[in-house]
């Protein structure tokens, strides 16, 4: 386990998704999923041999495509232009959500609107009336990959925490994230509810601590 580091400012997106492409162990089968996650894709090296797979059926996907080598048929389930590696396939939907359900990835990394600190994830409604419901393939990637990372900002735009012991939206999935990586803290999370701090980028630990306190959480070692 790395050791624990802080900066002065929050994190960039840009800063953020190069952090979790340096986390994602080489030779991986990877889901990005749609918003945020999918700029990591920007920052996996060649050398490192990982695999992108899109759930609408595309397996070896390279960063976003952009310029001339826009293809309006060659897109992510986030109907983001991409491009295409050498290797690369095609699937039909159908075999791409079995790769999913299958335990065939290794990781995905998934925006969330609340994570609880045992790991359950909403990502997918805020429970308001009216809401239309945007599960898509959120909630198969959850609970069929191996590692489950989310991406997202510490705090909405109203300064609540996304950080909570329960979700109080509708759940995706029941103890499946095993890290957040944010703008403002990398965390750990495992069954017993402790929270991992590995990183903190213009925030203190009393401060994080004060705004979760019903969370518990420790520093790594």
């Given amino acids: 386990m790395s050791e624990f580091r802080s900066t002065d400012a929050p994190l960039t997106q840009d800063e953020l998704a190069q952090v979790i ?5 080489p030779g991986s089968f990877v889901n990005l999923g749609i918003g945020q996650p999918t700029t990591v894709s920007n920052y996996l090296s060649p050398e490192k041999k990982v695999t992108l797979h899109t759930e609408n059926g595309m397996l070896g996907f390279g960063p976003q495509a952009t310029g001339d080598q826009i293809d309006p048929d060659l897109i992510n389930a986030g109907k983001i232009p991409v491009t295409e590696l050498p290797g690369a396939s095609y699937f039909h ?4 959500f079995a790769m999913m359900r ?6 995905c990394v998934l925006g969330a609107y609340q994570v609880s600190a045992r790991g359950d994830l909403a990502n997918w409604s805020t429970g308001k009336p009216g809401a239309i419901p945007a599960v898509g393939g959120a909630m198969d990637l959850a609970i069929g990959a191996k590692d489950t990372y989310v991406m997202m900002d510490l705090f909405t735009k109203k300064g609540d925490v996304k950080l909570l012991p329960e979700c109080t939206f509708p759940l995706t999935g029941v103890g499946c994230v095993s890290r957040i990586y944010s703008d403002q803290a990398v965390l750990l999370l495992d069954p017993s509810g402790v929270v991992t701090v590995r990183e903190l980028h213009g925030i203190t630990f009393e401060a994080l601590q004060e705004a979760h306190p019903e969370v518990t959480f420790e520093k790594v070692s």
Avoid: K, N, T
């Fill in 21 to 25: 492409a340096e986390d994602i162990q």
């Fill in 93 to 96: 939907h159908a075999d791409s």
């Fill in 102 to 107: 299958g335990g065939h990835l290794d990781v």
